[in-house]
T-cell receptor
């Protein structure tokens, strides 16, 4: 079946604008994760959805960042009033359960000018 | 707090064996993962350890010691295509919200 997909693959925006990044997880996967990766760095945890439980938002760097997951499937990460330091690759991953391996999407490369 | 440490870079020769170490301190423990990430690509799953001991999968093996908060990834018969970053990741326990924390990764260079 299809893997994790993300859109857009690239996004260039101006400082101060809002952006929305989309993630389509593997069908049936109950867990969904968002990470951020700056050039040459490791993965920074942002947010974790597991089934119908309240999401773990502890990794969101500021209140400009928010995410939702509708119907237990598609997720949208929203960054308001973007700043240059938000420039990074945003990776989404899903797994069939919180204990299982994560399957990553190709990422969205965000550039804030 | 939660912390995962692994070396920043390693270099090894084609055909050789290399061991990449990872130490961790997390709020609880519910499994350790190794992922491979080629430059410009998304990470892909390599191995999973939840009990102490060695898990072998082809040229790759992963070891875990929970009492020491330590794991290593062993790559045998190195090939040029093994040049990549290797990410150690730990899934925490209840107090940590069960989320998975990644280390910064070890960039492996395989030379001829």
């Amino acid at each position: 079946g299809a893997g994790v997909s993300q859109s857009p693959s690239n996004k260039v925006t101006e400082k101060g604008k809002d952006v929305e990044l989309r993630c389509d997880p593997i069908s049936g996967h109950t867990a969904l994760y968002w990470y951020r990766q700056s050039l040459g760095q490791g993965l920074e945890f942002l947010i974790y959805f597991q089934g119908n439980s309240a999401p773990d938002k502890s990794g969101l760097p500021s209140d400009r960042f928010s995410a939702e997951r509708t119907g237990g499937s598609v997720s949208t990460l929203t960054i308001q009033r973007t700043q240059q330091e938000d420039s990074a690759v945003y990776l989404c991953a899903s797994s069939s359960g919180g204990y299982n391996e994560q399957f990553f999407g190709p990422g969205t490369r965000l550039t804030v000018l | 707090g939660q912390n995962i440490d692994q070396p920043t870079e390693m270099t090894a020769t084609e055909g050789a064996i290399v061991q990449i170490n990872c130490t961790y301190q997390t709020s609880g423990f519910n499994g350790l993962f190794w992922y491979q990430q080629h430059a410009g690509e998304a990470p892909t799953f390599l191995s999973y350890n939840v009990l102490d001991g060695l898990e072998e999968k082809g040229r790759f093996s992963s070891f875990l010691s929970r009492s020491k908060g330590y794991s290593y990834l062993l790559l045998k018969e190195l090939q040029m295509k093994d040049s990549a970053s290797y990410l150690c990741a730990v899934r925490g326990g209840y107090t940590g919200g069960f989320k998975t924390i990644f280390g910064a990764g070890t960039r492996l260079f395989v030379k001829a």
